[in-house]
């Protein structure tokens, strides 16, 4: 469905081009902007009225097809991971709240984060760990346990329930991609 649409209105976009451009030759056929210039102010009202909306039509036309893209492409962004991994709802969820509290310590690439304090879960959990499911359980594990490592120290429980298996959803999806 989505694709359609943007197919829809990449075609509308060449179709604008294109129509500026007759546009543009059938003013230079007139002798330029200064003979349609003589020309407009010789023509009767309708055509004034004419060409007035259909400058109106193509400046609207040009400010809508890119915010209609944009509104389009913008649900599609959520959902991708680093490395092309397609996210379902609970990893999103996952992917804000390790933005919120984890990303200050720790480096994953699939939310751009950058922390030198805690591990490079992209190296630990990515190259380490061998299937998803087994990179779920330890960061689950640290996220109850919490650990004492390194240069600084998470806290233990720093989310629970939903929220914990989000982020640890998350992590092991993007983890190393």
């Not at 990303?103 to 879960?121: D, K, Y």
Request: a positive charge; aromatic letters at 8%; one cysteine or more.
């Amino acid at each position: 469905m989505v694709i359609a649409f943007v197919r829809f209105w990449v075609i509308a976009f060449a179709l604008f081009w294109v129509l500026l451009g007759l546009a543009v030759f059938f003013l230079a056929m007139r002798g330029g902007p200064r003979g349609a210039r003589q020309s407009l102010h010789t023509e009767s009202r309708a055509g004034q009225r004419l060409v007035l909306a259909g400058v109106v039509l193509m400046f609207a036309f040009g400010l809508v097809v890119p915010v209609l893209v944009l509104a389009a492409n913008g649900a599609n962004k959520d959902s991708v991971g680093a490395g092309g991994v397609h996210l379902g709802a609970e990893q999103q969820h996952g992917r804000v709240l390790f933005g919120e509290s984890c990303a200050s310590c720790h480096t994953l690439a699939g939310a751009n984060a950058v922390g030198r304090i805690g591990p490079n879960l992209d190296v630990r959990l990515g190259s380490q760990v061998s299937t998803e499911a087994k990179r779920r359980a330890l960061v689950l594990d640290a996220i109850a346990k919490g650990r004492a490592r390194g240069l600084g120290q998470m806290p233990a429980l720093l989310y629970q329930g939903r929220d914990a298996e989000s982020i640890a959803a998350f992590v092991a999806a993007v983890a190393g991609h």
